[in-house]
């Protein structure tokens, strides 16, 4: 079985760092574009940033600060990195991926079960 798991998740104190991680377990035969999303209480999903399987790196600039993203292939792994974060930060962070669990097979879009985040004194 296929699993998404993030982690890195907690407490994180206003002029600090966020640090995330995602990490991709079981059969995998290859690993498309890794996405990281953010959601806040009573807000939509909303995508934050961006890694393809060649390291091309994207990020939102709908949300104030500056995310960063990197990805490790010999570990199926991908961070989420923000420093001096904000309250307004504060929400759940999920990681996707399309994922080729079978070989010469499709790739299927697999989400992680999300870590929250809060930023807080």
């Known amino acids: 079985q296929v699993q998404l798991v993030e982690s890195g998740g907690g407490l994180v104190q206003p002029g600090g760092s966020l640090g995330l991680s995602c990490a991709a377990s079981?059969?995998?035969?290859?690993?498309?574009?890794m996405d990281w999303y953010r959601q806040a209480p009573g807000k939509q999903r909303e995508w934050v940033a961006r890694?393809?399987?060649?390291?091309?790196?994207a990020y939102t600039d709908s949300v104030k600060g500056r995310y960063t993203i990197a990805r490790d292939n010999d570990t199926n792994t991908v961070d989420l990195h923000k420093d001096s974060p904000k309250p307004e930060d504060t929400a759940v962070y999920y990681c996707?991926?399309?994922?080729?669990?079978?070989?010469?097979?499709?790739?299927?879009?697999?989400w992680g079960q999300g870590t929250q985040v809060t930023v807080s004194a």
């Open positions: 996707h991926a399309p994922i080729m669990t079978d070989l010469h097979g499709r790739y299927l879009g697999y």
């Open positions: 079981g059969t995998i035969f290859g690993i498309e574009d």
């Open positions: 890694v393809s399987r060649d390291g091309y790196k």
